[in-house]
Protein backbone atom coordinates (compact mmCIF):
# COMPACT_ATOMS: atom_id res chain seq x y z
CA UNK A 1 0.00 0.00 0.00
CA UNK A 2 0.94 3.57 -1.24
CA UNK A 3 0.47 5.14 2.53
CA UNK A 4 2.91 2.60 3.92
CA UNK A 5 5.87 3.50 2.33
CA UNK A 6 8.64 6.48 3.14
CA UNK A 7 8.15 8.22 -0.02
CA UNK A 8 4.41 7.52 -1.43
CA UNK A 9 4.08 9.66 -4.37
CA UNK A 10 7.79 8.37 -5.49
CA UNK A 11 10.82 9.12 -5.49
CA UNK A 12 12.06 12.63 -7.75
CA UNK A 13 13.08 11.84 -11.20
CA UNK A 14 16.74 13.04 -12.42
CA UNK A 15 17.98 13.77 -15.75
CA UNK A 16 22.04 13.93 -16.35
CA UNK A 17 23.19 15.65 -19.47
CA UNK A 18 26.96 13.87 -20.29
CA UNK A 19 27.55 15.51 -23.23
CA UNK A 20 31.59 16.23 -24.18
CA UNK A 21 31.20 19.96 -24.61
CA UNK A 22 30.01 20.08 -20.95
CA UNK A 23 32.54 20.79 -18.71
CA UNK A 24 31.45 18.93 -16.16
CA UNK A 25 27.76 16.87 -16.35
CA UNK A 26 24.94 18.79 -16.16
CA UNK A 27 22.04 17.09 -14.06
CA UNK A 28 18.21 18.11 -13.07
CA UNK A 29 15.32 17.36 -10.52
CA UNK A 30 12.31 16.61 -11.99
CA UNK A 31 8.84 15.37 -10.90
CA UNK A 32 9.25 11.63 -10.87
CA UNK A 33 6.51 9.84 -13.37
CA UNK A 34 4.97 8.04 -10.52
CA UNK A 35 4.36 11.56 -8.45
CA UNK A 36 2.72 12.96 -11.67
CA UNK A 37 0.40 10.21 -12.67
CA UNK A 38 -0.79 9.82 -9.28
CA UNK A 39 -1.47 13.75 -8.57
CA UNK A 40 -3.26 13.51 -11.87
CA UNK A 41 -5.70 11.02 -11.22
CA UNK A 42 -8.66 10.12 -9.64
CA UNK A 43 -7.80 7.37 -7.14
CA UNK A 44 -8.71 8.89 -3.49
CA UNK A 45 -11.85 7.89 -1.98
CA UNK A 46 -14.04 10.60 -0.83
CA UNK A 47 -17.49 11.75 -0.06
CA UNK A 48 -19.35 14.50 -0.42
CA UNK A 49 -20.86 16.63 2.71
CA UNK A 50 -24.48 15.17 3.29
CA UNK A 51 -23.84 11.89 0.78
CA UNK A 52 -23.37 8.45 1.07
CA UNK A 53 -21.82 6.85 -2.07
CA UNK A 54 -18.16 7.77 -2.11
CA UNK A 55 -16.34 8.85 -5.73
CA UNK A 56 -12.35 8.72 -6.65
CA UNK A 57 -10.72 11.93 -7.07
CA UNK A 58 -6.74 13.49 -7.26
CA UNK A 59 -5.24 13.89 -4.13
CA UNK A 60 -5.17 17.96 -4.06
CA UNK A 61 -9.33 17.38 -4.66
CA UNK A 62 -9.80 15.44 -1.36
CA UNK A 63 -9.46 17.29 2.18
CA UNK A 64 -9.17 15.29 5.46
CA UNK A 65 -9.23 16.83 9.18
CA UNK A 66 -12.69 18.39 8.37
CA UNK A 67 -13.93 18.95 11.83
CA UNK A 68 -17.25 20.77 13.42
CA UNK A 69 -16.10 24.18 12.97
CA UNK A 70 -15.53 23.44 9.18
CA UNK A 71 -18.71 21.01 8.62
CA UNK A 72 -20.40 23.24 6.77
CA UNK A 73 -17.89 23.64 3.66
CA UNK A 74 -18.95 21.78 0.50
CA UNK A 75 -15.50 20.26 0.23
CA UNK A 76 -15.03 16.44 -0.38
CA UNK A 77 -13.98 14.27 2.43
CA UNK A 78 -11.04 11.27 2.41
CA UNK A 79 -12.50 8.51 3.62
CA UNK A 80 -9.66 7.18 4.77
CA UNK A 81 -8.11 6.92 8.38
CA UNK A 82 -6.78 10.42 9.21
CA UNK A 83 -2.79 8.38 9.44
CA UNK A 84 -3.33 7.32 5.80
CA UNK A 85 -4.62 11.23 4.55
CA UNK A 86 -1.92 12.73 6.21
CA UNK A 87 0.87 10.09 4.72
CA UNK A 88 -0.16 10.98 1.18
CA UNK A 89 -0.35 14.89 2.34
CA UNK A 90 -4.08 15.73 1.35
CA UNK A 91 -4.97 19.08 2.62
CA UNK A 92 -6.84 19.94 5.68
CA UNK A 93 -9.34 23.27 6.48
CA UNK A 94 -6.82 24.08 9.30
CA UNK A 95 -3.63 23.70 6.79
CA UNK A 96 -4.75 24.56 3.45
CA UNK A 97 -2.02 24.63 1.01
CA UNK A 98 -2.27 26.96 -2.10
CA UNK A 99 -2.52 24.68 -4.82
CA UNK A 100 -5.31 23.28 -2.90
CA UNK A 101 -7.30 26.54 -2.82
CA UNK A 102 -7.21 27.47 -6.52
CA UNK A 103 -8.23 23.83 -7.36
CA UNK A 104 -10.93 24.25 -5.02
CA UNK A 105 -11.81 27.39 -6.57
CA UNK A 106 -12.16 26.07 -9.78
CA UNK A 107 -13.57 22.83 -9.00
CA UNK A 108 -16.52 25.50 -7.02
CA UNK A 109 -17.01 27.48 -10.70
CA UNK A 110 -17.16 24.37 -12.56
CA UNK A 111 -19.95 22.62 -10.50
CA UNK A 112 -21.89 26.06 -9.91
CA UNK A 113 -21.43 28.34 -13.16
CA UNK A 114 -23.59 30.79 -11.74
CA UNK A 115 -23.12 31.97 -7.91
CA UNK A 116 -25.54 33.91 -7.09
CA UNK A 117 -27.90 30.73 -7.72
CA UNK A 118 -25.74 28.62 -5.55
CA UNK A 119 -26.78 27.41 -2.39
CA UNK A 120 -25.83 29.45 0.80
CA UNK A 121 -22.82 26.74 1.29
CA UNK A 122 -21.11 26.73 -1.73
CA UNK A 123 -20.86 30.67 -1.30
CA UNK A 124 -19.41 30.57 2.03
CA UNK A 125 -17.38 27.97 0.51
CA UNK A 126 -16.00 29.91 -1.94
CA UNK A 127 -15.33 32.82 0.07
CA UNK A 128 -12.97 31.26 2.66
CA UNK A 129 -11.31 29.87 -0.06
CA UNK A 130 -10.42 32.82 -0.94
CA UNK A 131 -9.81 34.63 2.25
CA UNK A 132 -7.60 31.32 3.01
CA UNK A 133 -5.77 32.14 -0.33
CA UNK A 134 -5.19 35.73 0.75
CA UNK A 135 -3.62 34.88 3.95
CA UNK A 136 -1.46 32.24 2.38
CA UNK A 137 -0.32 34.76 -0.36
CA UNK A 138 1.36 36.64 1.81
CA UNK A 139 5.07 35.50 1.99
CA UNK A 140 4.84 35.61 -2.14
CA UNK A 141 6.74 37.80 -3.85
CA UNK A 142 6.39 36.82 -7.43
CA UNK A 143 3.89 37.68 -9.58
CA UNK A 144 1.66 35.03 -11.82
CA UNK A 145 -1.01 34.88 -14.09
CA UNK A 146 -4.86 34.50 -12.71
CA UNK A 147 -5.73 31.06 -14.16
CA UNK A 148 -9.06 30.80 -12.19
CA UNK A 149 -12.20 32.82 -11.16
CA UNK A 150 -12.26 34.60 -8.01
CA UNK A 151 -15.06 35.38 -5.67
CA UNK A 152 -16.58 39.28 -6.59
CA UNK A 153 -19.67 41.12 -5.75
CA UNK A 154 -21.50 43.08 -8.60
CA UNK A 155 -24.91 45.14 -7.67
CA UNK A 156 -25.29 43.14 -4.29
CA UNK A 157 -24.70 39.55 -5.83
CA UNK A 158 -21.84 37.55 -5.48
CA UNK A 159 -20.30 36.11 -9.18
CA UNK A 160 -17.31 34.88 -10.76
CA UNK A 161 -14.99 36.96 -12.41
CA UNK A 162 -10.99 36.37 -13.58
CA UNK A 163 -10.70 40.65 -13.49
CA UNK A 164 -12.19 42.15 -10.66
CA UNK A 165 -11.52 45.24 -9.23
CA UNK A 166 -10.34 46.12 -5.77
CA UNK A 167 -12.36 48.40 -4.36
CA UNK A 168 -9.91 51.03 -2.51
CA UNK A 169 -11.90 54.09 -4.59
CA UNK A 170 -15.15 55.67 -2.20
CA UNK A 171 -18.25 54.63 -3.79
CA UNK A 172 -16.62 51.59 -5.35
CA UNK A 173 -19.25 49.57 -4.51
CA UNK A 174 -22.05 51.22 -5.32
CA UNK A 175 -20.95 51.50 -9.08
CA UNK A 176 -23.19 49.41 -11.38
CA UNK A 177 -21.91 46.50 -13.24
CA UNK A 178 -18.40 46.48 -11.39
CA UNK A 179 -16.96 43.44 -10.31
CA UNK A 180 -15.80 44.05 -6.86
CA UNK A 181 -13.42 41.44 -5.28
CA UNK A 182 -14.91 40.22 -2.35
CA UNK A 183 -13.25 40.21 1.14
CA UNK A 184 -9.55 40.57 2.06
CA UNK A 185 -7.56 41.02 -1.31
CA UNK A 186 -4.48 43.01 -0.64
CA UNK A 187 -1.99 39.45 -1.26
CA UNK A 188 -4.34 38.76 -4.28
CA UNK A 189 -3.74 41.90 -5.33
CA UNK A 190 0.37 41.94 -5.19
CA UNK A 191 0.62 38.29 -6.74
CA UNK A 192 -2.20 38.69 -8.90
CA UNK A 193 -1.86 41.96 -10.55
CA UNK A 194 -5.44 42.94 -9.94
CA UNK A 195 -6.34 46.21 -10.76
CA UNK A 196 -7.64 48.77 -8.55
CA UNK A 197 -10.62 51.21 -8.81
CA UNK A 198 -8.56 54.07 -8.63
CA UNK A 199 -6.68 52.71 -11.38
CA UNK A 200 -9.97 52.47 -13.80
CA UNK A 201 -11.92 54.73 -12.31
CA UNK A 202 -11.86 58.69 -12.76
CA UNK A 203 -12.87 60.46 -9.42
CA UNK A 204 -12.42 64.11 -9.61
CA UNK A 205 -13.51 66.56 -6.21
CA UNK A 206 -16.71 68.58 -6.86
CA UNK A 207 -15.96 72.32 -6.03
CA UNK A 208 -16.97 73.38 -2.64
CA UNK A 209 -17.17 76.28 -0.42
CA UNK A 210 -13.91 76.40 1.45
CA UNK A 211 -14.39 77.14 5.35
CA UNK A 212 -11.02 78.20 7.44
CA UNK A 213 -10.50 75.31 10.63
CA UNK A 214 -7.03 74.27 12.57
CA UNK A 215 -5.02 71.11 10.27
CA UNK A 216 -7.09 68.12 11.45
CA UNK A 217 -4.36 66.10 10.59
CA UNK A 218 -1.90 68.36 12.92
CA UNK A 219 2.27 68.41 13.66
CA UNK A 220 0.91 66.08 17.09
CA UNK A 221 -0.97 63.10 14.91
CA UNK A 222 1.40 62.90 11.67
CA UNK A 223 4.24 62.36 14.18
CA UNK A 224 2.48 59.84 15.89
CA UNK A 225 1.33 58.33 12.63
CA UNK A 226 5.03 58.29 11.61
CA UNK A 227 6.58 56.57 14.97
CA UNK A 228 3.48 53.99 14.52
CA UNK A 229 4.19 53.08 10.85
CA UNK A 230 7.75 53.06 11.19
CA UNK A 231 7.05 50.24 14.53
CA UNK A 232 4.80 48.48 12.24
CA UNK A 233 8.01 48.21 9.73
CA UNK A 234 6.70 50.31 6.60
CA UNK A 235 8.89 52.33 4.22
CA UNK A 236 10.12 54.58 6.59
CA UNK A 237 11.03 57.23 3.22
CA UNK A 238 8.09 56.95 1.42
CA UNK A 239 6.11 57.69 4.41
CA UNK A 240 7.63 60.48 5.62
CA UNK A 241 7.87 62.19 2.29
CA UNK A 242 3.93 62.10 1.87
CA UNK A 243 2.92 62.75 5.18
CA UNK A 244 5.14 66.19 4.72
CA UNK A 245 3.41 66.80 1.43
CA UNK A 246 -0.35 66.08 2.73
CA UNK A 247 -2.13 69.66 2.36
CA UNK A 248 -5.47 69.92 3.91
CA UNK A 249 -8.44 71.20 2.17
CA UNK A 250 -11.32 72.19 4.40
CA UNK A 251 -15.17 72.80 2.95
CA UNK A 252 -18.91 72.67 3.54
CA UNK A 253 -19.07 69.24 2.51
CA UNK A 254 -16.75 67.04 -0.18
CA UNK A 255 -18.81 65.39 -2.83
CA UNK A 256 -16.80 63.19 -5.19
CA UNK A 257 -17.77 62.26 -8.74
CA UNK A 258 -16.67 59.17 -10.13
CA UNK A 259 -16.64 58.48 -14.05
CA UNK A 260 -17.20 54.76 -15.08
CA UNK A 261 -18.39 53.52 -18.87
CA UNK A 262 -19.93 56.55 -19.62
CA UNK A 263 -21.64 57.23 -16.68
CA UNK A 264 -20.94 60.00 -13.65
CA UNK A 265 -22.27 58.96 -10.05
CA UNK A 266 -22.02 61.51 -7.12
CA UNK A 267 -20.98 60.24 -3.71
CA UNK A 268 -20.93 62.30 -0.06
CA UNK A 269 -17.95 61.36 1.61
CA UNK A 270 -16.58 62.58 5.45
CA UNK A 271 -13.28 62.81 4.29
CA UNK A 272 -11.54 62.02 1.24
CA UNK A 273 -7.17 62.10 -0.06
CA UNK A 274 -6.88 63.62 -3.23
CA UNK A 275 -3.36 62.47 -4.82
CA UNK A 276 -1.37 64.64 -7.15
CA UNK A 277 0.77 63.45 -9.70
CA UNK A 278 3.03 64.77 -12.15
CA UNK A 279 2.99 64.31 -15.81
CA UNK A 280 4.90 61.10 -15.42
CA UNK A 281 2.18 59.75 -13.01
CA UNK A 282 4.43 60.28 -10.06
CA UNK A 283 2.73 60.73 -6.88
CA UNK A 284 3.98 64.33 -5.75
CA UNK A 285 1.86 64.47 -2.56
CA UNK A 286 -1.78 64.68 -1.49
CA UNK A 287 -4.94 67.04 -0.17
CA UNK A 288 -6.98 65.65 2.28
CA UNK A 289 -10.58 67.32 1.79
CA UNK A 290 -12.72 67.41 4.69
CA UNK A 291 -15.71 68.81 6.70
CA UNK A 292 -15.07 70.85 9.37
CA UNK A 293 -19.46 70.25 10.29
CA UNK A 294 -18.99 66.61 9.82
CA UNK A 295 -17.91 63.91 11.44
CA UNK A 296 -14.60 62.42 9.75
CA UNK A 297 -14.48 59.05 10.41
CA UNK A 298 -11.65 56.90 11.68
CA UNK A 299 -12.14 54.22 9.52
CA UNK A 300 -12.66 55.98 6.80
CA UNK A 301 -9.31 57.96 7.20
CA UNK A 302 -7.81 55.22 8.01
CA UNK A 303 -8.50 53.53 4.58
CA UNK A 304 -7.75 56.64 2.89
CA UNK A 305 -4.34 57.69 4.59
CA UNK A 306 -3.17 53.57 3.68
CA UNK A 307 -3.61 53.97 0.29
CA UNK A 308 -2.37 57.39 -0.28
CA UNK A 309 0.72 56.46 2.16
CA UNK A 310 1.41 53.39 -0.42
CA UNK A 311 0.97 50.69 3.04
CA UNK A 312 -2.77 49.23 2.13
CA UNK A 313 -2.25 46.50 4.43
CA UNK A 314 -1.79 48.90 7.87
CA UNK A 315 -5.31 50.76 7.10
CA UNK A 316 -7.07 49.28 10.15
CA UNK A 317 -4.34 50.03 12.22
CA UNK A 318 -4.31 53.56 11.42
CA UNK A 319 -8.14 53.88 11.92
CA UNK A 320 -7.39 52.28 15.35
CA UNK A 321 -4.59 54.50 15.91
CA UNK A 322 -6.41 57.51 14.65
CA UNK A 323 -9.14 56.22 17.04
CA UNK A 324 -7.15 55.46 20.44
CA UNK A 325 -4.01 57.28 19.89
CA UNK A 326 -2.16 56.89 22.94
CA UNK A 327 -3.36 53.65 23.96
CA UNK A 328 -2.29 52.26 20.86
CA UNK A 329 1.45 54.43 21.28
CA UNK A 330 1.60 52.84 25.25
CA UNK A 331 0.72 49.57 23.24
CA UNK A 332 3.50 49.58 20.41
CA UNK A 333 6.22 50.98 22.99
CA UNK A 334 6.38 54.27 21.26
CA UNK A 335 8.38 56.28 23.29
CA UNK A 336 8.93 60.42 23.90
CA UNK A 337 11.95 59.95 21.96
CA UNK A 338 10.34 58.28 18.99
CA UNK A 339 7.60 60.70 18.49
CA UNK A 340 10.60 63.15 18.98
CA UNK A 341 12.56 62.15 15.92
CA UNK A 342 9.06 61.85 14.06
CA UNK A 343 8.92 65.35 14.31
CA UNK A 344 12.14 65.92 13.02
CA UNK A 345 11.79 64.24 10.48
CA UNK A 346 8.78 65.27 8.80
CA UNK A 347 10.02 68.80 9.61
CA UNK A 348 12.99 68.23 7.42
CA UNK A 349 11.40 66.59 4.53
CA UNK A 350 8.48 69.49 4.53
CA UNK A 351 11.93 71.87 4.27
CA UNK A 352 13.53 69.42 1.14
CA UNK A 353 11.50 70.24 -1.84
CA UNK A 354 12.35 74.29 -1.54
CA UNK A 355 15.93 73.35 -0.60
CA UNK A 356 16.33 71.29 -3.58
CA UNK A 357 14.67 74.55 -6.06
CA UNK A 358 17.51 76.25 -4.97
CA UNK A 359 19.90 73.95 -6.65
CA UNK A 360 18.26 73.07 -10.17
CA UNK A 361 21.47 70.72 -11.11
CA UNK A 362 19.68 67.97 -9.29
CA UNK A 363 16.95 66.19 -10.91
CA UNK A 364 15.22 62.82 -10.13
CA UNK A 365 13.82 60.92 -12.48
CA UNK A 366 10.03 59.98 -12.17
CA UNK A 367 8.47 56.33 -12.33
CA UNK A 368 4.80 55.70 -13.12
CA UNK A 369 3.02 54.21 -10.41
CA UNK A 370 3.18 50.52 -9.54
CA UNK A 371 0.03 48.49 -8.29
CA UNK A 372 1.18 48.75 -4.55
CA UNK A 373 4.34 50.79 -4.34
CA UNK A 374 4.00 54.64 -5.85
CA UNK A 375 7.37 56.18 -6.45
CA UNK A 376 8.03 59.89 -4.88
CA UNK A 377 10.26 62.51 -6.68
CA UNK A 378 11.40 65.29 -3.82
CA UNK A 379 10.45 68.11 -5.82
CA UNK A 380 7.63 70.90 -4.16
CA UNK A 381 4.10 69.27 -5.64
CA UNK A 382 1.85 71.19 -7.51
CA UNK A 383 -0.17 73.53 -5.67
CA UNK A 384 -3.67 73.84 -7.01
CA UNK A 385 -5.01 76.17 -4.49
CA UNK A 386 -4.60 79.05 -6.57
CA UNK A 387 -6.46 77.89 -9.71
CA UNK A 388 -9.47 76.32 -7.49
CA UNK A 389 -9.50 79.39 -4.78
CA UNK A 390 -10.39 76.71 -2.24
CA UNK A 391 -8.50 77.71 0.79
CA UNK A 392 -5.95 74.87 2.48
CA UNK A 393 -4.63 74.22 5.96
CA UNK A 394 -1.18 73.58 6.51
CA UNK A 395 0.87 72.57 9.81
CA UNK A 396 3.30 75.55 10.73
CA UNK A 397 6.73 73.69 10.71
CA UNK A 398 8.88 75.97 12.45
CA UNK A 399 12.42 76.46 11.66
CA UNK A 400 15.70 74.25 13.33
CA UNK A 401 17.63 71.51 12.72
CA UNK A 402 19.13 69.67 15.57
CA UNK A 403 18.61 66.44 16.70
CA UNK A 404 15.99 66.68 19.32
CA UNK A 405 16.45 65.55 23.02
CA UNK A 406 13.90 63.95 24.93
CA UNK A 407 12.69 67.31 26.65
CA UNK A 408 12.27 68.62 23.07
CA UNK A 409 13.58 72.33 24.08
CA UNK A 410 16.76 72.60 22.29
CA UNK A 411 15.17 74.05 19.24
CA UNK A 412 12.05 75.19 20.16
CA UNK A 413 10.25 72.19 19.72
CA UNK A 414 7.17 70.65 21.77
CA UNK A 415 8.76 67.69 24.03
CA UNK A 416 7.78 63.91 23.26
CA UNK A 417 5.46 64.23 26.10
CA UNK A 418 3.69 67.16 24.89
CA UNK A 419 3.09 65.40 21.41
CA UNK A 420 1.94 62.47 23.40
CA UNK A 421 -0.45 64.45 25.18
CA UNK A 422 -1.98 66.41 22.05
CA UNK A 423 -2.69 62.94 20.62
CA UNK A 424 -4.09 61.91 23.34
CA UNK A 425 -7.45 63.87 22.73
CA UNK A 426 -7.17 63.63 18.60
CA UNK A 427 -10.74 63.63 17.32
CA UNK A 428 -12.89 64.00 20.12
CA UNK A 429 -15.44 66.43 20.26
CA UNK A 430 -15.81 66.38 16.52
CA UNK A 431 -19.21 65.70 15.13
CA UNK A 432 -20.64 63.65 18.39
CA UNK A 433 -23.88 64.36 19.31
CA UNK A 434 -25.14 65.15 22.91
CA UNK A 435 -27.78 63.24 24.38
CA UNK A 436 -31.41 65.12 23.67
CA UNK A 437 -34.91 64.89 23.57
CA UNK A 438 -36.65 65.05 20.71
CA UNK A 439 -40.19 65.46 19.90
CA UNK A 440 -41.52 62.52 21.39
CA UNK A 441 -39.75 63.09 24.80
CA UNK A 442 -37.26 60.17 23.79
CA UNK A 443 -34.11 61.09 26.05
CA UNK A 444 -31.36 58.83 25.12
CA UNK A 445 -30.28 56.89 28.47
CA UNK A 446 -27.59 55.18 26.06
CA UNK A 447 -24.97 58.27 25.26
CA UNK A 448 -21.81 57.79 26.80
CA UNK A 449 -22.76 55.45 29.31
CA UNK A 450 -20.96 52.19 29.42
CA UNK A 451 -22.92 49.09 28.39
CA UNK A 452 -22.76 45.31 29.60
CA UNK A 453 -24.37 42.38 27.88
CA UNK A 454 -25.93 39.05 29.45
CA UNK A 455 -25.51 35.90 27.61
CA UNK A 456 -27.25 34.87 24.35
CA UNK A 457 -31.03 33.24 25.36
CA UNK A 458 -33.11 31.11 22.61
CA UNK A 459 -35.89 33.30 21.65
CA UNK A 460 -39.64 33.43 23.61
CA UNK A 461 -42.43 30.96 21.88
CA UNK A 462 -43.87 32.33 18.67
CA UNK A 463 -46.94 35.11 19.38
CA UNK A 464 -49.33 33.29 17.03
CA UNK A 465 -49.69 36.57 14.92
CA UNK A 466 -50.97 35.16 11.92
CA UNK A 467 -52.69 38.51 10.81
CA UNK A 468 -50.75 41.73 10.05
CA UNK A 469 -52.36 44.55 11.66
CA UNK A 470 -53.54 47.02 9.47
CA UNK A 471 -51.41 50.15 8.95
CA UNK A 472 -54.29 52.85 9.57
CA UNK A 473 -53.74 51.40 13.67
CA UNK A 474 -49.97 51.71 13.66
CA UNK A 475 -48.84 54.07 15.77
CA UNK A 476 -44.96 55.23 15.98
CA UNK A 477 -44.42 53.10 19.13
CA UNK A 478 -45.72 50.30 16.90
CA UNK A 479 -42.95 51.31 14.31
CA UNK A 480 -40.26 50.91 17.30
CA UNK A 481 -37.68 53.41 16.25
CA UNK A 482 -39.88 55.02 13.03
CA UNK A 483 -42.33 58.04 13.13
CA UNK A 484 -44.46 58.61 10.86
CA UNK A 485 -43.61 61.17 8.35
CA UNK A 486 -45.18 64.08 6.76
CA UNK A 487 -44.38 63.48 3.66
CA UNK A 488 -47.73 61.20 2.65
CA UNK A 489 -48.53 58.01 0.73
CA UNK A 490 -46.98 55.84 3.85
CA UNK A 491 -43.67 57.43 4.00
CA UNK A 492 -41.85 57.46 7.51
CA UNK A 493 -38.72 59.32 8.80
CA UNK A 494 -36.25 57.28 10.88
CA UNK A 495 -35.43 58.24 13.85
CA UNK A 496 -31.90 59.28 14.14
CA UNK A 497 -31.66 58.76 17.75
CA UNK A 498 -32.40 55.75 18.54
CA UNK A 499 -30.47 54.50 15.14
CA UNK A 500 -27.46 56.15 16.63
CA UNK A 501 -27.70 54.18 19.93
CA UNK A 502 -28.23 50.87 18.25
CA UNK A 503 -24.90 51.66 16.10
CA UNK A 504 -22.92 52.64 19.06
CA UNK A 505 -24.30 49.93 21.59
CA UNK A 506 -23.44 47.36 18.39
CA UNK A 507 -19.91 48.27 17.83
CA UNK A 508 -19.56 47.81 21.72
CA UNK A 509 -21.32 44.29 21.13
CA UNK A 510 -18.41 43.51 18.20
CA UNK A 511 -16.00 42.35 20.87
CA UNK A 512 -18.68 40.20 22.53
CA UNK A 513 -19.57 38.61 19.37
CA UNK A 514 -16.07 37.22 18.91
CA UNK A 515 -14.98 40.41 16.95
CA UNK A 516 -11.33 42.03 17.01
CA UNK A 517 -12.32 44.90 14.87
CA UNK A 518 -15.38 46.62 13.31
CA UNK A 519 -15.42 48.97 10.41
CA UNK A 520 -18.22 51.74 9.96
CA UNK A 521 -19.60 51.21 6.43
CA UNK A 522 -22.81 53.68 6.77
CA UNK A 523 -21.29 56.21 4.49
CA UNK A 524 -20.94 53.70 1.62
CA UNK A 525 -24.57 52.45 1.40
CA UNK A 526 -23.96 48.53 1.00
CA UNK A 527 -26.84 47.72 2.56
CA UNK A 528 -25.05 47.29 5.83
CA UNK A 529 -23.89 49.66 8.47
CA UNK A 530 -21.23 47.65 9.89
CA UNK A 531 -18.57 45.12 9.07
CA UNK A 532 -17.30 42.84 12.04
CA UNK A 533 -13.40 41.89 11.45
CA UNK A 534 -13.44 38.00 12.87
CA UNK A 535 -9.84 36.93 13.57
CA UNK A 536 -9.62 34.43 10.92
CA UNK A 537 -9.76 37.64 8.15
CA UNK A 538 -13.70 37.06 7.59
CA UNK A 539 -15.77 40.11 7.58
CA UNK A 540 -19.45 40.22 9.13
CA UNK A 541 -21.66 42.19 7.44
CA UNK A 542 -24.27 43.97 9.84
CA UNK A 543 -27.31 45.74 9.76
CA UNK A 544 -28.15 47.64 12.56
CA UNK A 545 -31.85 48.70 13.68
CA UNK A 546 -32.65 50.33 16.84
CA UNK A 547 -35.87 50.76 18.01
CA UNK A 548 -37.69 52.38 21.05
CA UNK A 549 -40.37 49.90 21.53
CA UNK A 550 -40.73 46.39 20.72
CA UNK A 551 -42.98 45.75 17.67
CA UNK A 552 -41.26 45.87 14.59
CA UNK A 553 -38.52 47.19 12.59
CA UNK A 554 -37.80 48.38 9.45
CA UNK A 555 -35.55 47.43 6.46
CA UNK A 556 -35.58 48.92 3.09
CA UNK A 557 -35.49 47.34 -0.19
CA UNK A 558 -31.37 47.71 -0.86
CA UNK A 559 -31.04 46.27 2.71
CA UNK A 560 -33.49 43.27 2.11
CA UNK A 561 -31.61 42.36 -1.14
CA UNK A 562 -28.25 42.86 0.98
CA UNK A 563 -29.27 40.26 2.98
CA UNK A 564 -28.30 37.41 0.78
CA UNK A 565 -24.73 38.13 1.46
CA UNK A 566 -22.71 35.53 2.92
CA UNK A 567 -22.79 35.60 6.59
CA UNK A 568 -25.28 38.84 6.88
CA UNK A 569 -26.04 39.60 10.36
CA UNK A 570 -28.88 42.14 11.31
CA UNK A 571 -28.82 43.17 15.00
CA UNK A 572 -31.79 45.26 16.44
CA UNK A 573 -31.73 46.81 19.56
CA UNK A 574 -35.36 46.86 20.99
CA UNK A 575 -36.86 48.65 23.85
CA UNK A 576 -34.16 51.77 23.74
CA UNK A 577 -36.68 53.52 25.43
CA UNK A 578 -36.44 51.23 28.62
CA UNK A 579 -32.88 50.03 29.55
CA UNK A 580 -34.14 47.46 31.66
CA UNK A 581 -35.35 45.58 29.05
CA UNK A 582 -33.33 46.42 26.16
CA UNK A 583 -32.24 43.53 24.17
CA UNK A 584 -30.46 42.59 20.86
CA UNK A 585 -32.00 40.20 18.68
CA UNK A 586 -29.95 38.68 16.23
CA UNK A 587 -31.17 37.07 13.07
CA UNK A 588 -28.79 35.10 10.71
CA UNK A 589 -30.64 33.86 8.45
CA UNK A 590 -32.92 36.85 7.07
CA UNK A 591 -32.84 36.15 3.84
CA UNK A 592 -34.32 32.68 3.57
CA UNK A 593 -36.92 33.16 6.27
CA UNK A 594 -38.03 37.00 6.09
CA UNK A 595 -41.36 36.26 3.02
CA UNK A 596 -44.06 38.65 2.60
CA UNK A 597 -46.19 37.49 5.18
CA UNK A 598 -43.69 39.01 8.01
CA UNK A 599 -43.96 42.22 5.87
CA UNK A 600 -46.20 44.95 5.69
CA UNK A 601 -45.29 47.38 2.57
CA UNK A 602 -43.78 50.52 4.37
CA UNK A 603 -40.21 50.11 3.23
CA UNK A 604 -41.06 46.76 5.07
CA UNK A 605 -42.08 46.75 8.45
CA UNK A 606 -40.55 43.32 9.97
CA UNK A 607 -43.63 42.94 12.79
CA UNK A 608 -43.53 39.27 12.07
CA UNK A 609 -39.96 39.07 13.51
CA UNK A 610 -40.91 36.97 16.20
CA UNK A 611 -41.73 33.63 13.54
CA UNK A 612 -38.17 34.24 12.65
CA UNK A 613 -35.04 32.56 14.34
CA UNK A 614 -33.23 34.39 16.86
CA UNK A 615 -31.53 34.85 20.23
CA UNK A 616 -31.57 37.81 22.68
CA UNK A 617 -28.79 39.20 24.28
CA UNK A 618 -29.82 41.39 27.55
CA UNK A 619 -28.67 45.49 27.22
CA UNK A 620 -28.18 47.12 30.33
CA UNK A 621 -26.80 50.03 31.56
CA UNK A 622 -23.82 49.49 33.41
CA UNK A 623 -24.38 49.97 37.08
CA UNK A 624 -21.55 52.31 38.95
CA UNK A 625 -19.19 50.37 41.21
CA UNK A 626 -18.77 50.82 44.90
CA UNK A 627 -15.46 51.84 44.66
CA UNK A 628 -16.52 54.54 42.03
CA UNK A 629 -19.69 55.73 44.03
Not at 244 to 272: C, M, N, W
Not at 409 to 424: F, L, Y
Not at 620 to 629: I, K, L, Y
Request: glycine content about 6%; charged content about 30%; some cysteine.
Amino acid sequence: MLAETKVPYGSDATVTCSNSTHRRALTKRLVGYQAWLLRRSDWIPARNPGETTTSLLRPIAVWHEVGRDYSSLRIPRAALPRSVAETLDLPSPGNPNVRALEYLLSELKRENPDLAEAEQSVRDTARWAQQQLDRLLRRTTDQRRLTFHLVAEVDGHYVWSKSPIVANAPGARDIPGLPIVVGRCGNLQRVFGLRTAREDLAITVVPAPPVRARPYLDEAIRAALLAFLDARDTDHDRVVVRLARLQERPAQLVTLEISHDGKTFSFRRPAYVEITRDRRGAIRGGILHWCPTGDVNSLTLGEELAFYLGEIEQAESLALLLSNAGDVLDRYHITDQDLLHAQAALRAATRRPHDADEDEEEEEVAEPEESETETDEHDEPKDTSAETGDAETTTPQPAGDGIPTADGRADGRASGSQIREAVQTFGRGRGEAAASADVDGYVSPWRDAPVEFGAPVEAPERSGRDKHRSSESETSEATGGWRPGTAGGGFIDPDRESEADAIEIAKQYAHEYGAIGVRDVQEQNRGWDLEFVMPDGRLIPVEVKGSRGNTAFMITRNERKASSVAEYLLLWVANLRNPEHAVIRRFAHLSSELRDEHLVALSWTVEGWDALSYDEVPVRVQAPSSESA
